[in-house]
């Protein structure tokens, strides 16, 4: 079957910006340009993932094969969570405060592992919730993506100073979890490819799509750098519910025909390598910036290149 390799490329093309992102680079250079960049446009990577797997799904539905894509999908996780066990299985002191957070990240991921998790919710959920309308699924995936953002934003601007809820609104795996932040884009990926209307316009409106998109983030990314002390992190962008699908829509529409699914195997598992040689070289000493990210690049690539051969063995782990 042929693949459009430009999404393959896109996907190449995200994967080392994660790397980029991991290894911090332009930190040392400029707040407001790390800012934008990492803090902002960089954004982009996870939901494009998530609707790209969402876009794709529409073959899991059509065909009832949940269960055989659930054991896929989860023996990747199971693979990489084993993987990194030494980062994450520890507790310092056998206390029930400890035992439930090493239970949360086994459940929900460890560092970026947190994306399997969360595709796995969201297409479980999306599965059960097939049947409703295309407009129902939209209105609840713009539900409870805006409940996300609330919580997100009423965490870092302390809307609730003084209350549990400020420190519940803080935590991370509140609203970046299948919930809130996986079936929203992973739906906008299915709702894509159902609206075949919208996969017939001209390039070029896919184009100022992303484009008007891509300033709107970088507003909405400056904005909190302004209104925020230092340089807040934010996961959910309301900009990236308009740039994401109009760039997934603009570098589908350029139709690269292929069979090779070799680009989209190494940017899976550049993705979910490379932070191992990211804390190699910090190990090693090495400081976050450029020569971390080349090295951590260069020895993920090298990594995914020499296991290539063992993908038949291995294929689950690396989603090939």
């Known amino acids: 079957m042929q693949r459009n390799v430009s999404l393959d490329v896109l996907k190449l093309t995200l994967a080392v910006i994660v790397v980029i992102s991991h290894a911090q680079v332009l930190m040392g250079y400029s707040e407001l340009g790390y800012q934008l960049t990492v803090q902002g446009l960089f954004r982009i990577v996870v939901p494009i993932f998530m609707m790209a797997s969402g876009y794709f799904f529409i073959s899991v539905i059509r065909s009832r094969s949940l269960v055989k894509w659930l054991k896929k999908v ?65 209105v609840l995936a713009l539900t409870l993506y805006g409940m996300g953002m609330f919580f997100i934003y009423a965490g870092h601007y302390h809307l609730f100073a003084g209350t549990p809820l400020d420190a519940l609104f803080n935590e ?11 079936f929203p884009f992973f739906c906008t990926g299915y709702l894509l490819r159902r609206w075949e209307g919208l996969r ?3 390039r070029r409106y896919y184009m100022l799509w992303s484009l008007g998109g891509a300033l709107l983030l970088m507003g909405e990314s400056y904005l909190n750098y ?41 940017a899976t598992a550049l993705y979910f390598i490379h932070p191992l040689f990211i804390s190699l070289f910090e190990a090693l000493s090495y400081r976050p ?32």
């Not at 439930?100 to 479980?124: E, N, P, Q």
């Not at 991370?172 to 996986?182: D, K, M, P, T, V």
């Not at 260069?298 to 782990?317: N, Q």
């Open 74 to 138: 989860v023996s990747m996780y199971l693979f990489w969570m084993l993987v990194y066990v030494y980062f994450w299985l520890d507790i310092p002191a056998v206390t029930p405060y400890e035992i439930l957070k090493l239970l949360r990240v086994a459940v929900m991921g460890y560092h970026h592992l947190w994306f399997l998790s969360a595709l796995i919710g969201a297409a479980i959920l999306l599965y059960m919730l097939r049947n409703l309308s295309l407009k129902a699924l939209m």
């Open 172 to 182: 991370i795996w509140f609203y970046r979890n299948f919930l809130f932040f996986g």
């Open 200 to 202: 017939q316009w001209d």
């Open 226 to 266: 302004v209104g925020l002390e230092g340089q807040p992190a934010f996961d959910m962008y309301l900009s990236l519910l308009l740039f994401c699908p109009g760039l997934f829509l603009w570098v589908s529409s350029m139709q690269v025909p292929g069979d090779s699914t070799s680009l989209a195997y190494y």
């Open 289 to 320: 910036g450029n020569m971390l990210a080349l090295l951590a690049l260069a020895s993920s690539l090298a990594a995914v290149v020499l296991l290539k051969g063992s993908r038949k063995r291995l294929g689950f782990a690396f989603g090939g």
